[in-house]
Structure formats: C-alpha cells, structure tokens
C-alpha cells in the first residue's frame, strides 16, 4: 500500500483512518495496530485500501458484540477462540460462513453514491495453514469496481485440546 501526499487522489471521496500500519504491496511485513504512530499525526486511506480495512474490521468483530449494533461483525473470531478451528479445512469452512455475515453487513452499509472500488463484490480465502497456535490467510478482496487486493494476515487461535 503506498500512502501518497497528493490531494487529488482524495478529492471528492470519504477517508477513514488506517488502522494497520506498514503495510506493503509485496513480501511479509509486520503490521502496528495503531492509529497514531509515535511521532506522528496519522495516516487516512481511501480507495481499495479502505475496502481491506472495513473487510477485516468485519471479519474480525465478533458478532453480537457492538452495543446497538449486534447484527455487525460475524463468528469468525468466536470459533478461533473456541477451538472448533483444528485444520486447514476448518478454517476455509469458518471463513465461507463468516463471509456470508460480512458480505451482507458491508453491502448493506454501501450507498450507490460511494466510489465502486470502496464498495464490497466478494472475498475469497485463497490459502489457509494453521501451525501451532497461528493461523496464516491469505485472502483476495474484490471491489464493485473489479479492482482486488491480496491481503496476508495472521491471527493468534487456540491450540486444539
């Protein structure tokens, strides 16, 4: 992802603020969960990045668990903690039934005035492996627009009992 300085990429869009840092368009790379880097004023995104983020903020709020909110998020991070994610396969089974809750909480949330490549078509989880108590997705995120994005990202589950 490269953040640019120029206003015209931003001119007549929304922003939303980047929540996972350093990230880069190639190669592993260690995020920072963080709004506000030290030393520093914050960082916006907008675009196909911003589609990542709303997707994985989705994905990994447990559903039920927003005050007033509780049709948002979905049980992908309930049946990591829960133990029932013991392979592979369980993980691609956790995604494509978390993916249903996603897709519908994220397109229920887009307006027709938003740009095409902020607006969620489809993700599919492209590779999963699970060693020790980390799980590895490699997830492919489609926009309205066609435009994808490859994300990587890995998550702590717990070790099966």
Do not use: W
């Not at 990045?49 to 668990?65: D, G, P, W, Y």
């Not at 956790?94 to 887009?110: K, M, P, S, T, Y």
């Not at 980390?134 to 066609?146: D, V």
């Amino acid at each position: 992802m490269q953040l640019s300085g120029t206003v015209q990429q931003y001119s007549n869009r929304t922003i939303d603020y980047l929540a996972f840092d350093d990230a880069k368009p190639q190669g592993d790379t260690l995020l920072s969960q963080v709004l506000v880097k030290e030393g520093q004023s914050g960082a916006v995104i907008t675009g196909i990045e911003k589609l990542v983020q709303r997707f994985l903020i989705e994905l990994l709020t447990e559903a039920a668990s927003l005050n007033y909110q509780l049709s948002r998020g979905s049980m992908f991070m309930a049946a990591l903690r829960a133990g029932v994610v013991r392979t592979s396969a369980d993980l691609f089974s956790a995604f494509a039934e978390a993916e249903i809750d996603v897709r519908q909480n994220l397109r229920g949330e887009d307006k027709v005035t938003d740009p095409v490549d902020e607006q969620y078509r489809s993700a599919e989880l492209i590779t999963a492996s699970l060693l020790g108590d980390t799980a590895t997705l490699t997830i492919r995120l489609l926009s309205m627009a066609g435009e994808s994005r490859v994300v990587i990202y890995p998550l702590r589950v717990s070790a099966a009992t």
